[in-house]
C-alpha cells in the first residue's frame, strides 16, 4: 500500500483548527467526569500543572490529550485510562487516521450532546441524588422522579 493511497485528499479534510472526533469524545469524557465529581477546571488544573483555560481547551477537543497527561488525568478523576474512550460513538469509530470518514464534527458532536448522560444537568442532578444520606429517602426520591416520567410520558403503561 503506498502512502499516496491513504494519504486524504485536500477536499476530504476539516478545516484547520477543527478538532478531531476522538479528542472531542475524549475530552467530553472528562469533562462529564470532572462534573460528576464536583471539580471545578480550576481544581483539576491545579492537580494537574495546568491553567483552566488548558483544561477548557481539552473538554473541547480543540487540544489533544497527551498519554502521560491522560494518566495523570485518569489517576486525578479516579477512572481507568480507558474511561475515556468508553461509549465512543460509531461515528467516532469510524474514523481513518484523524478524520471522520462518515461524519462531520458538528454531526459528532450532536450525537453526544443528544445524549442525557454527558448532559451538566444529568450530571448535577446525579452528584445531588448521590449526597442524600439516608438510603430510604434516596429509594424514595428515586421512586417519585419515576413516577412523574412515567406520568408524563403517554407510552408508557401507568400500571407499572
Do not use: C, N, W
Given at each position: 500500500m503506498t502512502s499516496s493511497s491513504t494519504a486524504l485528499k485536500a477536499a476530504d479534510r476539516p478545516p484547520l483548527g477543527t478538532p478531531?472526533?476522538?479528542?472531542?469524545?475524549?475530552?467530553?469524557?472528562?469533562?462529564?467526569?470532572?462534573?460528576?465529581?464536583?471539580?471545578?477546571?480550576?481544581?483539576?488544573?491545579?492537580?494537574?500543572?495546568?491553567?483552566?483555560q488548558q483544561i477548557q481547551k481539552y473538554e473541547r477537543g480543540a487540544n489533544r490529550i497527551g498519554a502521560s497527561r491522560l494518566y495523570q488525568l485518569s489517576n486525578v478523576l479516579d477512572v481507568?485510562?480507558?474511561?475515556?474512550?468508553?461509549?465512543?460513538?460509531?461515528?467516532?469509530?469510524?474514523?481513518?487516521?484523524?478524520?471522520?470518514?462518515?461524519?462531520?464534527?458538528?454531526?459528532?458532536?450532536?450525537?453526544?450532546?443528544a445524549d442525557p448522560m454527558a448532559r451538566r444537568e444529568t450530571l448535577e442532578l446525579v452528584r445531588a441524588y448521590y449526597r442524600i444520606e439516608d438510603p430510604k429517602v434516596r429509594k424514595r426520591v428515586f421512586e417519585l422522579t419515576k413516577s412523574i416520567a412515567n406520568a408524563t410520558d403517554p407510552d408508557v403503561d401507568s400500571v407499572a
Open positions: 478531531r472526533p476522538v479528542d472531542v469524545h475524549v475530552g467530553a469524557r472528562l469533562r462529564q467526569r470532572r462534573t460528576l465529581l464536583g471539580m471545578s477546571q480550576e481544581k483539576l488544573g491545579e492537580a494537574v500543572g495546568l491553567t483552566f481507568s485510562v480507558s474511561y475515556f474512550f468508553e461509549e465512543m460513538p460509531g461515528e467516532v469509530q469510524r474514523t481513518r487516521g484523524d478524520y471522520a470518514m462518515s461524519s462531520r464534527v458538528d454531526d459528532i458532536e450532536a450525537v453526544q450532546t
